[in-house]
Structures are given as C-alpha cells and as structure tokens.
C-alpha cells in the first residue's frame, strides 16, 4: 500500500514540478518588491495548492511534530543568546522545514511504520515546520521585559520565580495560539497577504518534495547548515579554555609593540577588537546592508570617534558606567538610543495608516464574527437552546475561496473555547503571582488582541514583526494606570507589554504558518495540533533557558545598569526598563547635553520614517539607513557585534560575486548553522561555569598574557 502511493505522489510531482517554474521567477520578484515596503497591497498569484495535485494519508504525525518541536528549541536557544545580546532573533520556519526533511526523509525510508516509518510528504513537512516555528518562537519576553523587571528589583530570583515565569509563558503560548485562528479568514484567505517568509518556506517545502532533484538540494542545504552548526558549536566551545578562539586583540598588540597607547586603549576600554562571534557572522549574511551598514557606521562614530574625543578631552569620565562622578559615554547616549528605537519603531507603524486601518478594521470585524459563533455554539451545544445561527457556527467553513474541507478546519469551539479559557487563565495568574489588577490585565489583553491585528497585518505585507514597537506602545497607554507605588506600577507596565508582546509574536508566527500551509495545501487542523504539541516542551525550554543564562551569567537580572563588562549587553532590555522608568517618574536626571540630543533624535525617529514612506522613491526605500539600527548602536556598548555583523554581510557579498549560485542556494543554510551552533554551545559554556569549570587554560592570546583581560 505504501509502494502505491509513493508512486502516485511521485507522477503528482513531476505534474506539479512545471507548474511551479512557472511561477518561480515572478514569485520572487514580487516577495523582493514586498519587502521594500509597499503600502498598498499586491496580489500574488501562486501555483495550484499542492494539496490539489494530490492526498496525504496522515498529516499531523507524532515525528513531524516531535522533530520539529526539537528543531525549534535549538533556535530557542540560540534565539535567548542573540536576544539577550542585543535584542533580535531568527524564525524558525525555513531551518524547520529543510532540517525536518533532511532527518524525518531518509529515516522513513528504512524504519518500520511503528518506529516512525512510512511516506513523508509535503503536508507533514508543513506539520513539522509548524511545530519548529511554535517551540522557537517563546523568548521574546525573557530577552526584553522580565530581564527589565528583574533589574528594576521588581521580581526576587529566576529560580525562585520559576512557578510564575512557567505560567506566564503557558498563558502566552496558548492564547497567542487560539487567537489566530479565526484571523487566517481575513488575512490569509480574503486579503491574501503576501507574508514573504511563509511563502518562500512554502516554495522550499514543495521544491523540496517536487523531484529527486529537490530532494537532493534540500540533503546538500541541511549538510552546508551541518557543517557550520559543526564548526559555531565546536569553536566556540574550544573558546571556553582557549580565549584565542574567542576574540583577537590585533590594536591591542600593535598598540603594545610600537607604544602607541591610543590603540590599546581603543582595545582595552572601548572595546575595539575582533570577536569569533559566528551568530553575528550568520545575522550579517541574512541582514539587509542598509541595517548593517547603519549599525556599523553609527557604531563607529558613537564609540569610535565621539566617545574616545570627548574622554581624552576630559568631558567624560570613560566610556561605560553609570556613576555619579560624571558622564560616561554609555550613560550619555542610553536615552537618546532609547529615544531612537521607539519613536522610530512607533512612526514605521503609524506612517503606514492605510495598513494600520485594515489591520484594525479586519480583524475585529473577525473577532466580532468568532464571538457571534461562540455566542451561538454555547447556546446551542452548551444551555441546548433551539436558535437558529449562522451556518459558519456549525460547518466552520462558508467562504467560498476556501480550499478545505470542514473536517480539515480547526473547529470553532477549540479556539472560541481555548480563548476564553486562555484569559481567564491568564488575569488569574497575573493578579496571583505579578499581583496586578484585575481590569488593568483585562485592559493589556484587549490591546494585545489588537495590536497583533497590526503585527500580522505589518508581518504579512513587509515581513516585518514589530514585536518592539508593540510592547513600547502597550507601555505608553500603560504609562497612566493607576498604582500604589512606583514599583507596582512599573511592573504593570512592563507585564502589560510583555502580554502584547508575547501575543503580538506567536499570532504573527501562527498566521504565517498557516500561510505556508494554505500554498502547500496542508490542514489547518493538523497544523494547529502541531502547534499545540510543540506549544508544550516549548514552555519548558523557554523558561528553563532563561533560568540557565541568568544563573550562569548574574548581569543579566542584577540591579547594575552597566553592561560593559556583561556577556550580554542587553540592549532591549535596557529599552525596555527604561520606557518604564520614564513613564513612572522613576528616571534618572539627564545632563542638558544628553537632554537637546534625546530631544534632536526624538525629531529624527519621527522625521526620517516621513521622508522615507512619503518622499524617497520606493525602489529606493531599501537603501534608506535603518534609524533603529543607529538608536542599537547608541545604548550597545559593544562594537565587536557590529564589526562581526559587517565581516559576516561582507563575506556574503563577496561570496555572491564569486559563487552567486551557491550563495542563492545555501546562505541561509550557513547562517542558521552558525546561529544555532553557538546557541546551543553557550548552553554548555553556561553550564561549565555553574559547576565551576575552570576557563582559560592557554592565556597567551590575552592581553599583557593576563587573564584578567581575558573575556
């Protein structure tokens, strides 16, 4: 039986194979116009649903869902690294679908089918993609807000606090879940947004599964991303005893050997010196040149040119550290950064009405369609009352663009009930354990609801997730609730953000997946059940990786605002922490200088995104410098992160006009090794240093052969 119909879906791929060419070529072009953010909407026409040309027995599988889910924590990890580092992180979509292959293809060719064997097809790669993309996609709040509110004194321990930071994320993980699924209606089906991410994860997934060809692309990418998750993971774990490995101090050698004392300097205190950090190296590949270029030039003019001028000139103290004896070039540019990052981040959504009137006017035209079927289920299913309804409440499918049928659907009471649920859950442990009022959390659910009209609205037409702006947002309306102390009301505040945030994230990571499984043909049913499976060791990994980090490195929850000499510098997090300070009252007196700069860079965070929406052309858009990039640099007392993300695009660009083929083809596959590799090595880095393994057996890399200097 098995044979059969592996050769029936063989000849349906050599069908759908031509089909898809067609439309290769012009697919991508429009994605590439779609992310030099357009405003007005664009069709895209796909190729027939896959799920059209032919039937997959099982979609949802326990292997694809437990490969997945497994996949998706490794970018857990590497995502808490880079996000406490400096406030980004990776889907795990595209490294779902290719590595879930690669693992699930071949074994279900040689296991029995009660080992997991048996024909893996397309729809079921879709199941494991989603479950990758739901278990990586949980630390958004333990790299920005709960660190805040750690430092801010408002919560005791990562390890005394574990009961509430596990429900939290619980409650994060499964309202974001059920609240998306009545939004696929809108913006997948009537709007049809482009979503470029999902959609390009979608033409992989049937690239991959079209011929034999595909397939042995799709062995070639999963073992270029083997290779380097190999080399990330194996270096930087040689780093741990050998600091060569882990960063070069090229001034601080030349300054030493020829007396020139600026250039150790520049090394020692500023921080100017090369880094092996292959996160870095993998994010320059991915990231647009106008973000990196921008985070690099303003870098060195921040701590390159402004900082070392005005320290040598005696009107700062230093370059890091927030002391009373006088201004620091960390102290100084920490508001204007801060100023940067928001006001940027909240322009680039409030330029863009058009998007921000159909996110809003759509989506709650849905929720007040979901409330109406829940209304209508519950009297009928639950007080067995005789009303008539509409027929969507019953057969969860009227639409006629709709390509399912009603048992491949996710049924209305799962995510009517599952919502309801999810609130009630959510103001419980939100008055229990962050002791917050019970209309203030009712108040943050509501905005969350509809600010991720916004998130998914902004991630499906530009595949950008403001994730940030949403929570500085839901901090700002916040900035006037009541509260008996200034402590109380910065933890409203900041918890209030964190449930935005959080729910802005999972359903823009939610609605995409089903984008790609509405290209690829697969059930939304099995999706969300995948997504409910991964949804659970997810919980765990998130807040465990946390409680990890913070232990093995204590600045990152210590009441200490300097981050100079922290591991991670915590970019969002200050940002974070400090829009709540602000708007409590709670923020420290600025010099006049750093005052008229935050005021000036306020005028550009607003300007800037005008001129660029309104005046610059739109094929040129993507080279205009990314403002919040110049606000990263400012707060990020770091410059090896810039440095590393300008070698690693470099290298990219170079690469490209060498091998452009090979770049096309397997860039992102690097990259997602490097980025996972070290992810998953500075979890053993950080369970050396709780067990107290002793770092740094060779010093004669470091400094003066001191390991006082080494990292």
């Known amino acids: ?119 893996y097809g397309p729809k079921e790669n879709v199941t494991a993609q989603s479950a990758a993309t739901t278990a990586g996609g949980l630390s958004s709040g333990f790299v920005s807000g709960i660190p805040a509110m750690y430092k801010l004194g408002l919560l005791t321990t990562p390890t005394g606090d574990a009961a509430a930071l596990t429900l939290f994320t619980i409650s994060a993980a499964f309202y974001g879940l059920f609240f998306a699924v009545p939004l696929r209606r809108h913006y997948v089906i009537n709007q049809d947004l482009p979503f470029p991410t999902p959609r390009a994860t979608a033409h992989t997934i049937i690239a991959l599964h ?27 774990l040689i780093s741990y005893w050998v600091p060569f490995f882990e960063n070069i101090h090229i001034l601080f050698w030349i300054g030493d050997s020829t007396g020139y004392t600026n250039m150790v300097s520049a090394d020692l205190e500023w921080g100017w010196y090369f880094m092996w950090d292959w996160p870095f190296f993998g994010a320059g590949l991915m990231t647009p040149g106008s973000t990196v270029i921008t985070f690099f030039v303003a870098t060195v003019f921040v701590w390159g040119i402004i900082g070392p001028t005005l320290v040598t000139n005696g009107a700062w103290i230093g370059a890091g550290g927030f002391s009373n004896k006088g201004e620091s070039c960390q102290k100084f540019f920490l508001w204007p950064g801060v100023a940067l990052m928001v006001v940027t981040s909240i322009a680039e959504l409030l330029v863009r009405y058009k998007l921000l009137w159909r996110a809003m006017k759509g989506g709650v035209l849905e929720m007040v369609r979901g409330v109406k079927q829940g209304t209508f289920i519950f ?82 037409e530009t595949d950008i997730n403001p994730t940030g702006a949403i929570g500085k947002m839901t901090q700002l309306i916040f ?144 080279y205009f410098p990314s403002v919040a990039a110049i606000g990263i640099a400012m707060i990020n007392p770091a410059p090896e992160y810039a440095l590393s993300m300008f070698i690693g695009w470099s290298i990219g660009k170079i690469w490209k006009l060498v091998r452009p083929d090979d770049y096309d083809n397997y860039m992102y596959s690097t990259a997602a090794g490097m980025i996972a590799g070290q ?22 890399s470091c400094p003066y052969g001191d390991i006082e200097y080494c990292p």
């Not at 933890?491 to 959080?502: D, P, R, T, Y």
């Not at 997810?538 to 605002?561: K, Q």
């Not at 369970?687 to 004669?700: D, I, R």
């Open 679 to 700: 992810g998953i090595s500075s979890l053993l880095r950080c369970v050396f240093k709780l067990t107290n393994v002793s770092p740094f057996k060779f010093v004669g």
């Open 379 to 460: 009297r009928r299913k639950i007080l067995r009352h005789e009303v008539d309804g509409p027929a969507t409440a019953v057969n969860r499918s009227a639409d006629p663009d709709d390509i399912y049928k009603p048992e491949e659907l996710v049924p209305t009471w799962w995510w009517v009930s599952g919502t309801f649920l999810s609130i009630i859950f959510t103001c419980a442990i939100m008055g229990e354990f962050f002791g917050m009022p019970l209309y203030q959390t009712i108040i943050a659910i509501i905005l969350a609801f509809l600010l991720s009209f916004v998130g998914i609205q902004a991630s499906g």
């Open 1 to 119: 039986m098995e044979r059969k119909h592996e050769s029936e879906v063989q000849e349906s791929r050599e069908d759908y194979s031509g089909n898809f060419e067609l439309h290769k070529d012009k697919t991508t072009y429009e994605i590439d116009e779609k992310n030099s953010y357009h405003d007005e909407q664009v069709d895209i026409k796909d190729p027939r649903p896959i799920g059209e040309e032919f039937v997959e027995e099982w979609q949802f599988t326990w292997r694809a869902s437990i490969v997945g889910s497994l996949l998706g924590c490794l970018i857990a990890a590497s995502n808490t690294y880079l996000g406490l580092k400096i406030g980004w992180s990776f889907g795990a979509s595209m490294f779902g679908a290719i590595f879930s292959f690669a693992i699930i293809k071949p074994l279900s060719r040689v296991l029995p089918l009660w080992l997991g064997g048996g024909y």
């Open 479 to 622: 900035g006037g609730m009541p509260g008996d102390t200034i402590q109380i009301r910065q933890k409203n505040n900041l918890m209030a953000g964190n449930i935005s945030a959080s729910a802005a994230s999972q359903a823009v990571d939610m609605v995409g997946d089903l984008k790609t499984g509405q290209i690829v043909g697969a059930s939304p049913r099995s999706q969300f059940l995948a997504q409910a499976v991964a949804s659970i060791p997810a919980i765990g990994i998130a807040v465990g990786l946390f409680i990890l980090f913070a232990e093995a490195y204590p600045c990152i929850t210590s009441p200490d605002l300097d981050t100079k000499n922290c591991e991670f510098k915590l970019v969002a997090v200050m940002a974070w922490l400090q829009v709540a300070r602000l708007l409590t009252g709670a923020a420290d007196p600025l010099s006049k200088a750093s005052i008229i700069v935050t005021c000036v860079c306020i005028a550009i965070g607003i300007i800037l995104p005008v001129i660029k929406f309104f005046v610059v052309p739109e094929k040129y858009r993507r």
């Open 210 to 236: 079209n011929s034999v060809k595909g397939e042995r692309e799709a062995m070639k990418k999963a073992k270029w991303m083997g290779i380097w998750f190999a080399i990330a993971f194996l270096w930087t």
